[in-house]
């Protein structure tokens, strides 16, 4: 993400005079609100003081995941992002519109619209678009109500933080409604998220929908929600691991809100046509869950394709041919990130000794 400037976007907040104490306290209720209470969610008015601290400090650290998803994807899937027309349902300040003119920049063949029930919402995402991207500002429609966009680009339809305030039938009610040929959501990383899209999961199978991210296939069983019917607490998600803009994390510790590392459940589907899915025969894995470290490796869970099969391995990489800077590197890799390996070892009971490289690999 090229790096915002905290100043422009604070002249761009509804209440641009708001001292950041004033913010930090309008976070810890707004923390509450999505996170303790969830009383009166759906019925909530945003007012402007509450819109500007959302903008202030969710904005910025929620657009790093679009980030990071797309990093995930195969350059050809990203080329064909590049060129939607973006419709970005439950927008708020435009998060996700702000946060795809970022990533792709440039010039953007189609038109981007921000759907919010929120006038306060709307006005912010004006704001924001107007401070940052002005040359967009005659392809953006920022609304209320939903509007089937006519034109012939491709459409991608995104949910952030939204489905978390929805129900199943009105999160397909909005998918047939704009009839996308690409679905991004980017929700929060809790297991009730994981399960509402595991139920959904059917429904975009007989849609004719394929998942790009982070399934390498959605009609084998996913292994993880395996576990879920046999009892187990688990649910998939990323963990986004990183740091900010110095004002955002000192926002953030006034308001005691961490996000260097945030979990979220990102998720990217495509309209497939009758084009069946080719699964990729390279060694790839996504890193889903750090289990340990030891003096001489890393022991990793990993989801993966292996005989015909999504599968759970556990995966040691050794420590041993690693320098300092290397080290470090797994240290830092963030869960949900996919990367290329070999098997040097079999460990059993599903355990791999492998080489990896950190190098994205779709
Ligand atoms: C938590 S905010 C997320 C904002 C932004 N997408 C982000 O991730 O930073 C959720 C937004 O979704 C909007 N929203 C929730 N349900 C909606 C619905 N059924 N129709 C339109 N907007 C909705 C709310 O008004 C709110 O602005």
């Known amino acids: 993400m090229k790096d915002l400037s905290y100043q422009k976007l604070k002249n761009s907040f509804l209440r641009p005079e708001l001292q950041d104490r004033k913010l930090a306290y309008l976070l810890e209720d707004i923390k509450n609100l999505y996170?303790?209470?969830?009383?009166?969610?759906?019925?909530?008015?945003?007012?402007e003081e509450e819109v500007s601290a959302y903008t202030a400090f969710y904005l910025p650290t929620n657009a790093r995941k679009f980030d990071f998803v797309l990093d995930q994807l195969d350059p050809s899937v990203r080329e064909e992002l590049s060129k939607c027309e973006v419709i970005d349902f439950g927008t708020g300040p435009g998060t996700y519109l702000y946060a795809f003119l970022n990533y792709f920049g440039g010039d953007h063949c189609g038109h981007l619209w921000g759907i919010d029930k929120e006038r306060n919402m709307l006005l912010q995402a004006e704001n924001?678009?107007?401070?940052?991207?002005?040359?967009?500002?005659?392809?953006?429609?920022?609304?209320?109500?939903?509007?089937?966009?006519?034109?012939?680009c491709d459409r991608l339809l995104i949910f952030g933080n939204s489905c978390n305030e929805m129900n199943l039938s009105q999160i397909k009610e909005v998918i047939n409604f704009y009839q996308p040929d690409f679905l991004l959501f980017l929700e929060p990383g809790v297991p009730t998220v994981f399960d509402l899209l595991m139920e959904l999961r059917p429904w975009l199978i007989e849609n004719d929908f394929d998942c790009d991210y982070p399934c390498p296939d959605m009609v084998r069983p996913c292994p993880v929600q395996q576990r879920v019917l046999a009892g187990k607490e688990d649910w998939c998600h990323q963990v986004w691991r990183g740091t900010h803009e110095p004002e955002i994390e000192r926002l953030g510790q006034m308001a005691k809100l961490d996000r260097k590392s945030m979990a979220f459940?990102?998720?990217?589907?495509?309209?497939?046509?009758?084009?069946?899915?080719?699964?990729?025969?390279?060694?790839?894995?996504?890193?889903?869950?750090?289990?340990?470290?030891t003096k001489h490796s890393f022991l990793w869970e990993v989801c993966l394709f292996h005989e015909e099969q999504l599968q759970i391995k556990t995966f040691e990489i050794p420590k041993k041919s690693m320098?300092?800077?290397?080290?470090?590197?797994?240290k830092r890799v963030c869960v949900g990130q996919n990367f290329s390996f070999e098997v040097?070892?079999?460990?059993?009971?599903?355990?791999?000794?492998?080489a990896v490289s950190l190098e994205p690999s779709p």
Request: proline content about 3%; aromatic content about 10%.
């Open 35 to 47: 996170t303790i209470s969830r009383a009166g969610l759906e019925s909530k008015v945003w007012t």
């Open 344 to 354: 040097t070892k079999e460990l059993g009971d599903g355990s791999w000794r492998v």
């Open 128 to 152: 924001i678009i107007n401070a940052f991207f002005p040359q967009y500002i005659s392809k953006l429609h920022l609304q209320k109500e939903r509007e089937v966009p006519q034109s012939t």
């Open 323 to 330: 320098n300092k800077s290397a080290t470090k590197d797994f």
């Open 265 to 293: 459940i990102g998720h990217i589907y495509r309209k497939s046509g009758s084009k069946p899915k080719e699964i990729s025969n390279k060694n790839t894995a996504r890193f889903i869950r750090y289990l340990h470290e």
